[in-house]
């Protein structure tokens, strides 16, 4: 069995083990040969092909397509923002108190990339680690929400790993003002492979693989503020839109990735993305 296959059996069986309990639906974009990008839903090993909005009730064209014909893409392609946490675990703290309301910061939308699309080391970097987080995907227009409201903006989950500079970020000779370039260079967002929505995202396992050892597992249900609480939070100040993402923070310890290794991030019930790192 090669790669692919490898990969297409592992989504469609995250799938099935979601949708056994509770009614989960799959959201996937994807690119079959040269066609136009297309959305459609995930159903075990077939792509069920659908047109219209994805937040606005689409519906399904007839067309079926194999998950292992087609090349997934990042489920959105232009969210007019991307917003990340940091410190949203206690065991990434390292002994330090969290702070009392959550600390979002800005990705550019350039920064993101596809399931299985390479993570390119950009020139001078040297200490470029990885972070799995859940990403929330917002459905409706979010502005001054309560935390009850909020949970209706939420559309569904997918993975994420929001690759960091550390040197960039952190050394205090050479670290940027802000984090422009740490946590948003090129490809420096991959999500995926789906967008799992009607999945209770307070409580996935949550797991990194780099070149297949486990290197952080944790669950969603130790986040700080969870993802009700996020949203009304950043909404009070700044609306979100339809398509928008927001990464929810990393658990554990973080290390190094090189120019050839492969990291997963594998969060329960959604899939798992994979990418590899490449030389810029």
């Not at 509770?22 to 047109?51: H, Q």
């Not at 937040?55 to 990340?84: R, W």
């Not at 990434?92 to 596809?114: I, V, W």
Request: net charge positive; glycine share 10%.
């Amino acid at each position: 069995m090669n790669r692919r296959e490898l990969f297409t059996t592992a989504l469609a069986a995250s799938v099935l083990s979601a949708q056994s309990g509770s009614k989960v639906t799959k959201y996937c974009r994807f690119r079959k040969g040269n066609a136009a990008p297309a959305m459609g839903i995930l159903d075990g090993e077939t792509i069920r092909e659908l047109r219209g909005n994805l937040f606005a009730n689409p519906t399904e064209t007839g067309a079926k397509h194999k998950l292992s014909e087609v090349k997934l893409l990042t489920p959105i392609p232009t969210p007019s923002k991307i917003l990340a946490l940091a410190g949203n675990y206690r065991s990434h703290l390292g002994g330090g108190t969290p702070r009392p309301n959550p600390e979002p910061f800005f990705k550019p939308p350039s920064s993101l990339q596809d399931p299985e699309g390479p993570v390119i080391m950009p020139p001078g970097a040297k200490d470029v680690h990885f972070e799995c987080e859940l990403v929330i995907v917002i459905g409706k227009t979010a502005r001054r929400l309560s935390k009850a409201q909020a949970k209706d903006a939420i559309f569904g989950v997918t993975c994420g790993n929001d690759v960091s500079e550390r040197i960039w970020q952190n050394d205090p000779k050479i670290k940027d003002v802000q984090w422009w370039r740490a946590k948003g260079a090129d490809t420096f967002s991959p999500v995926g492979p789906v967008i799992a929505r009607g999945i209770d995202y307070a409580n996935l396992k949550i797991e990194t693989r780099l070149n297949g050892k486990v290197m952080q597992s944790d669950s969603t249900s130790h986040l700080v503020h969870d993802c009700e609480t996020v949203v009304s939070f950043i909404s009070q100040a700044v609306t979100l839109n339809p398509g928008d993402l927001i990464f929810t923070g990393t658990p554990g310890k973080t290390t190094a990735m090189k120019v050839g290794d492969s990291v997963e991030i594998d969060i329960e019930g959604i899939g798992i993305l994979r990418n590899k790192i490449v030389a810029g």
